[in-house]
């Protein structure tokens, strides 16, 4: 079982900055990957950025160029990076994992979430 901590997160305006930062623990072999994911009210959660143990990011065209997805395989822990942020990025973001326990089982694991408003 993975849990995972999430911290970061909070109100900026429209051009800010705010880095948000999860660090996974507990039973596992390893994590095949680690990012983010959004909700915003009314709509479904969206991949924002994913990156594989094996060194593969991959971010939703929304934020490319702004957003910044980093990893520490050895801390298990992942942060995302969110420059020039628009109102359109405010949502609750999830930390996520998908952990490997042997070569045919593994799980995916969703942190609390955590709160990012970006104000006009």
């Known amino acids: 079982q993975v849990q995972l901590v999430e911290s970061g997160g909070g109100l900026v305006q429209a051009g800010g900055s705010l880095r948000l930062s999860c660090a996974a623990s507990?039973?596992?072999?390893?994590?095949?990957?680690m990012g983010w994911y959004r909700q915003a009210p009314g709509k479904q959660r969206e991949l924002v950025a994913v990156?594989?143990?094996?060194?593969?990011?991959n971010y939703a065209d929304s934020v490319k160029g702004r957003f910044t997805i980093s990893r520490d395989n050895a801390k298990n822990t992942v942060a995302l990076q969110m420059n020039s942020l628009k109102p359109e990025d405010t949502a609750v973001y999830y930390c996520?994992?998908?952990?490997?326990?042997?070569?045919?089982?593994?799980?995916?694991?969703w942190g609390q979430g955590t709160q990012v408003t970006v104000s006009s």
């Open positions: 996520y994992v998908h952990s490997v326990m042997s070569p045919l089982v593994g799980y995916d694991t």
């Open positions: 507990g039973r596992f072999f390893s994590l095949s990957k």
């Open positions: 990156a594989t143990s094996g060194g593969s990011i």
